[in-house]
């Protein structure tokens, strides 16, 4: 089969042989659709670091064509999306439900073989069953919009909130929706690239700004009678956006990490400051018991996964695929086979 793997410090598009069955709770899918994680492209630019001799791709549905002998509910033939990430569940953090932090976490794509290849080989337990009323682009949106759904529960996102995104990628403009979809009343979209802001209107968002033309801070507070939003998300992963919405929230208001800096990037930030206005700053990582549900929203036509996928590729044609995603010019790129 074909598989684009991470090898001396590039992606490099392999012939390898097909992927086979170990152990009996195992399923080799045909893959059909992988996105490209904003994550895997901080590795191919050289941001982040990734495993050696990884096939890479963790946000993936395919077809089910082998099942091992301790397969239960899944079937050859199914449909299914992947929950990439793998937990030990003997753990300290396993043990108290917060499986994301696990201690023992491994993830398809990142740490084992994942989704740009023609086959892979998931654990049964990882895998949800879709029907063929969507399309397997639309499955392999589960695992990032499971992340977003993470976020806005860590949030406690609730009716009449008033909430500011600073960032309209792929995963902002998922959070969008999921924020309006929990009842926000107003939800401002910042994203400097034009046709995405026009995305986020369609989308639902009531405010959209252009933060090269508009001062985020004074748009969000002259829409919120000079308080601020009640909740901020930082869905860019850059320090000068961190503090857009630390500025733009207001007292007692909760702002969330959400984007993916570097891990050299450092923050001055005012102890007085978070003190005073009694806010909360928190993380969100990964997708901890979000995935049903997440493929439930897109199934059932919630959130709208098809808008925010912005260019698809063939497998030989990864290289372009990632220059595209590194352009900013692309939402979700997409491989498809
Ligand atoms: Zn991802
Ligand atoms: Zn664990």
Same mark, same amino acid.
């Given at each position: 089969?074909?598989?684009?793997?991470?090898?001396?410090?590039?992606?490099?598009?392999?012939?390898?042989?097909?992927?086979?069955?170990?152990?009996?709770?195992?399923?080799? =899918?045909?893959? $059909?659709?992988? +996105?490209?994680?904003? #994550?895997? @492209?901080? !590795?191919?630019? /050289?941001?982040?670091?990734?495993?050696?001799?990884?096939?890479?791709?963790?946000?993936?549905?395919?077809?089910?064509?082998?099942?091992?002998?301790?397969?239960?509910?899944?079937?050859?033939?199914?449909?299914?999306?992947?929950?990439?990430?793998?937990?030990?569940?003997?753990?300290?953090?396993?043990?108290?439900?917060?499986?994301?932090?696990?201690?023992?976490?491994?993830?398809?794509?990142?740490?084992?073989?994942?989704?740009?290849?023609?086959?892979?080989?998931?654990?049964?337990?990882?895998?949800?069953?879709?029907?063929?009323?969507?399309?397997?682009?639309?499955?392999?949106?589960?695992?990032?919009?499971?992340?977003?759904?993470?976020? =806005?529960?860590? $949030?406690?996102? +609730?009716?009449?909130? #008033?909430? @500011?995104? !600073?960032?309209? /990628?792929?995963?902002?403009?998922?959070?969008?929706?999921?924020?309006?979809?929990?009842?926000?009343?107003?939800?401002?979209?910042?994203?400097?690239?034009?046709?995405?802001?026009?995305?986020?209107?369609?989308?639902?968002?009531?405010?959209?700004?252009?933060?090269?033309?508009?001062?985020?801070?004074?748009?969000?507070?002259?829409?919120?009678?000079?308080?601020?939003?009640?909740?901020?998300?930082?869905?860019?992963?850059?320090?000068?956006?961190?503090?857009?919405?630390?500025?733009?929230?207001?007292?007692?208001?909760?702002?969330?990490?959400?984007?993916?800096?570097?891990?050299?990037?450092?923050?001055?930030?005012?102890?007085?400051?978070?003190?005073?206005?009694?806010?909360?700053?928190?993380?969100?990582?990964?997708?901890?018991?979000?995935?049903?549900?997440?493929?439930?929203?897109?199934?059932?036509?919630?959130?709208?996964?098809?808008?925010?996928?912005?260019?698809?590729?063939?497998?030989?044609?990864?290289?372009?695929?990632?220059?595209?995603?590194?352009?900013?010019?692309?939402?979700?790129?997409?491989?498809?086979?």
């Amino acid at each position: 089969m074909i598989a684009a793997v991470w090898r001396g410090g590039k992606i490099s598009l392999e012939e390898l042989p097909n992927p086979v069955i170990k152990k009996e709770d195992e399923v080799i =899918i045909k893959v $059909l659709a992988s +996105g490209i994680c904003g #994550t895997d @492209l901080h !590795v191919f630019s /050289g941001k982040a670091q990734g495993k050696d001799g990884v096939i890479r791709g963790h946000e993936f549905s395919g077809r089910v064509v082998e099942i091992g002998k301790d397969v239960k509910g899944i079937k050859v033939g199914d449909l299914v999306a992947v929950d990439p990430n793998i937990t030990c569940g003997h753990c300290y953090f396993c043990k108290r439900g917060e499986i994301n932090l696990c201690e023992n976490l491994i993830a398809l794509g990142v740490d084992i073989n994942g989704g740009f290849a023609e086959y892979c080989v998931v654990p049964y337990k990882q895998l949800y069953v879709f029907s063929e009323k969507i399309s397997p682009i639309e499955g392999a949106m589960m695992e990032p919009v499971a992340c977003a759904l993470h976020g =806005i529960e860590r $949030l406690n996102v +609730g009716p009449g909130d #008033t909430v @500011l995104i !600073v960032g309209g /990628g792929a995963l902002g403009l998922v959070l969008l929706q999921l924020a309006k979809l929990s009842g926000a009343s107003k939800v401002f979209l910042v994203e400097k690239v034009e046709w995405k802001r026009k995305i986020a209107k369609d989308l639902g968002a009531d405010i959209v700004i252009d933060p090269l033309k508009e001062n985020v801070e004074e748009i969000v507070k002259e829409n919120t009678y000079g308080r601020g939003a009640d909740v901020g998300i930082e869905a860019v992963g850059k320090t000068e956006t961190v503090k857009t919405v630390l500025g733009s929230v207001r007292r007692g208001g909760k702002v969330l990490i959400f984007g993916v800096s570097s891990p050299e990037d450092l923050l001055s930030i005012s102890p007085y400051d978070i003190y005073f206005r009694e806010l909360t700053i928190m993380g969100s990582f990964v997708n901890p018991f979000t995935n049903s549900r997440a493929l439930s929203l897109i199934e059932e036509g919630m959130i709208d996964v098809k808008k925010i996928v912005s260019h698809r590729f063939s497998i030989e044609k990864i290289d372009e695929a990632i220059k595209v995603g590194l352009s900013g010019d692309a939402l979700r790129v997409i491989i498809n086979f």
